[in-house]
Nanobody, 122 residues
Framework: QVQLVESGGGLVQAGGSLRLSCAAS????????MGWYRQVPGKQRELVAA???????NYKDSVKGRFTISRDNAKNTVYLQMNSLKPEDTAVYYC????????????????WGQGTQVTVSS
């Protein structure tokens, strides 16, 4: 079974930085897209940033210029460097791996991590 394990969340003051990591493990042949979503209570989960296997990135407008997503394909790991954090960035951040091809079965699958809390104090 594929698992996504996130790390790096926590409490930081406004203007500070955090780096999130997410490692995918299991019978993985390839992962097309890896990304980060976030969710606050009472709101829908929203895409923060995503990166394809080839390195094409996509960002939510409000994080452009502050957040940087990257991935290590050999390690099936994705990172989110978050700088100049604002209180409105406070949320649970979820890692996702989309269109995953497994070594054990045909088809493509999507997976989610368990979430990591990011809290930015003003």
């Amino acid at each position: 079974q594929v698992q996504l394990v996130e790390s790096g969340g926590g409490l930081v003051q406004a203007g500070g930085s955090l780096r999130l990591s997410c490692a995918a493990s299991g019978p993985i042949f390839s992962i097309d897209v890896m990304g980060w979503y976030r969710q606050v209570p009472g709101k829908q989960r929203e895409l923060v940033a995503a990166v394809t296997f080839g390195g094409t990135t996509n960002y939510k407008d409000s994080v452009k210029g502050r957040f940087t997503i990257s991935r290590d394909n050999a390690k099936n790991t994705v990172y989110l460097q978050m700088n100049s954090l604002k209180p409105e960035d406070t949320a649970v951040y979820y890692c996702t791996a989309a269109r995953v091809i497994l070594t054990t079965t045909s088809g493509e699958y999507d997976y989610w991590g368990q979430g990591t809390q990011v809290t930015v104090s003003s």
